[in-house]
Nanobody, 121 residues
């Protein structure tokens, strides 16, 4: 079972990027999914999250610019990032609470490898 993230890169301020993350392996569903980011010397911070019923939450600094969504059929989560700012530069990590067993129901939190987003001024 793993999460595979993609979509990072270099973009100018004001530009857009779309991050994708898909879960693979023997899973029976996914509860919450989220994107975090981390810059060197700082703690990893939650950027956005989406529940299994598509309720979303965002950290204040990205509200109105980023949109998290999920495709349950593809076991995937996306982060559309618009109006990017240099302060958005970070390594972005996807996170998901994966259902790995049905009876009894068992979930495991998994992290994808980070993808670097660099926003130039």
């Amino acid at each position: 079972v793993q999460l595979q993230a993609s979509g990072g890169g270099l973009v100018q301020a004001g530009g857009s990027l779309r991050l994708s993350c898909a879960a693979s392996g023997n899973i029976f569903g996914i509860d919450d999914m989220a994107w975090y980011r981390q810059v060197p010397g700082k703690e990893r911070e939650l950027v956005a999250s989406v529940t299994s019923d598509s309720t979303t939450r965002y950290t204040e600094s990205v509200k109105g610019r980023f949109t998290i969504s999920r495709d349950s059929a593809k076991n995937a989560v996306f982060l559309q990032m618009n109006s990017l700012k240099p302060e958005d530069t970070a390594v972005y990590y996807c996170n998901a609470n994966l259902v790995v067993a049905r009876l009894p129901r068992l979930t495991q939190i998994h992290w994808g490898k980070g993808t670097l987003v660099t926003v130039s001024s």
